[in-house]
């Protein structure tokens, strides 16, 4: 540093001249401050430790590193089924940043898990179907192709503890063919859905649009009917219990900007709201 110092003021001042004394003063004061500035930067970098549902990992993909960059500080993620993630949290996992469906996130902001003032929708996803590739894209275009669909195809499968899933097995119901299609149902986890298609071990996926649409050796035939629609929000919600709030605050306010609702139609989902 004095080095650097003394050979920017020797390049605009003579040697021993008062003020190339004065110089030094102030470019060792400049300096002095931004390398206290980076200290400060270091010394308030935090680990995030967030716990995010299964549709998230592709708008992580690209905004996470651009907040690491801007902040210093380090996102360690969790991707996973938004119950199972609701249950490690209940269990009394440490988290600090939770991205899971909003009903979920309520639920715990009604237990005391998550801070209420900290809510904030994240993402609108809607369900779709995907084949294996080269395999041919069935109609889904109304709701009479897509049962016909349904009854045609010889297996599907479907995470049961997944909100997708969920609702796929109510949508049974209400279209009146639960108890033909039972038999073809191969439940699996949410995020090996389209490995299991891919695999020939089911002929149809059902799933988040996002997740299916960017599966590598499967196709994705589009999202369902209109009519059969449900568009599920991720929220998040900073734990109440968390060692970085303010940290996650910030992740928080980094994925509602702009640039990130691009980021979010790009990975094929919807920023709410926004």
Known sequence: ??????????????????????SLHL??????????????VAANAAEVKVLAGAVMPGVFAELG???ERATGHKIVAQYGPGAALRQQIEAGEAFDL???????V?????????????????VRVGIGVAVREGAP???????????RMLLSVKSITYGPVDATGEHFLKLLDRLGIADQVKGKLVPSGPD?????????????????????????????VGLFPAELQNWFV?????????????????????????EAAAVIRAKGMEPPGR
């Open 1 to 22: 540093m004095k080095n650097l110092v003394s050979h920017l003021a020797g390049q605009e001042y003579g040697p021993g001249t008062p003020s190339r004394r004065k």
């Open 27 to 40: 470019l060792a004061a400049k300096f002095g401050f931004i390398a206290l500035l980076a200290q400060g």
């Open 65 to 67: 590193p651009q907040f």
């Open 98 to 104: 939770a991205i899971i469906a909003s009903e979920r």
């Open 106 to 122: 309520d639920d715990l902001i009604k237990q005391g898990k998550i801070a209420g003032d900290s809510r904030m929708d994240i």
């Open 137 to 147: 894209k069935p109609d889904i275009s109304s709701v009479d192709a897509f049962k």
């Open 192 to 220: 090996r859905i389209a490995q299991v298609v891919a695999a020939g071990e089911a002929d149809l996926a059902i799933g988040a649009g996002p997740v299916l649409a960017s599966a590598k050796n499967v196709q994705f």
């Open 234 to 258: 991720n929220t998040a919600g900073v734990s109440a219990t968390a060692r970085q709030p303010d940290a996650a605050g910030a992740l928080i306010k980094h994925l509602t900007t702009p």
